[in-house]
């Protein structure tokens, strides 16, 4: 399973955002890590700045680069703005939608819950975290997993009506992919089109 396991606020603070959701320790210290953090003034070259739009994605949907450009290369063979497609498709994986969902409280519990078969997409078991989500599926909790903690306190929160392209029926616990979300629809900060420029070198 593709997955970054070091320290997140590390990470979010080499790309000045909370990438792997809310964090006390960014927010008080919101600048790059490091001795001289604070006063680091270099001027990035205009590949560095690709790659650290293209490394601060991959961090984001916790993904390792082979799955990550894998899955860039089929982007850039569907129809369409290569770069809303790419995002379009991440956005689609199976532990990202359950993350939307509401069903658990971060894209890397999203992920464990799906690798220990407790999500079902259309009534059958499905425990491969990229697995791609398509427009009228049925996301739900597995039924002997309804009662799980991690769950029920992740759906208290009411994340899941913040997404125009997901319902979410909080009496069978069980979510609808209505359709693929457009790219204003999207909330995540990323640049897509400095990830296309990188990876058409």
């Avoid at 205009?46 to 650290?52: R, S």
Wanted: aromatic residues 10%; without cysteine; charged residues 30%.
């Amino acid at each position: 399973m593709a997955r970054y396991t070091g320290p997140q606020t590390k990470i979010a603070r080499k790309f000045g955002s909370p990438i792997f959701g809310p964090d006390k320790t960014f927010e008080k210290k919101n600048y790059p890590p490091g001795q001289h953090g604070q006063n680091r003034r270099r001027k990035i070259s205009e590949y560095g700045v690709q790659l650290k739009e293209k490394q601060k994605a991959k961090y984001t949907y916790g993904m390792l680069e082979k799955q990550f450009y894998n899955l860039f290369k089929k982007a850039s063979r569907i129809k369409g703005i290569t770069g809303e497609v790419f995002l379009q498709l991440l956005e689609s994986r199976l532990d990202n939608v359950v993350f939307r969902l509401g069903i658990a409280p971060s894209r890397s519990a999203a992920r464990q819950l799906v690798s220990h078969k407790h999500i079902t997409v259309n009534g059958t078991l499905v425990n491969i975290p990229s697995y791609t989500v398509k427009a009228g599926d049925l996301v739900a909790v597995r039924e002997k997993s309804k009662s799980l903690e991690v769950i029920s306190e992740s759906l208290s929160r009411g994340t899941h009506t913040k997404f125009s392209w997901l319902e979410w029926d909080n009496e069978s616990l069980k979510g609808k992919f209505v359709h693929l979300p457009e790219r204003d629809d999207i909330p995540e900060n990323i640049k897509e089109q400095l990830i296309v420029e990188l990876y058409s070198k």
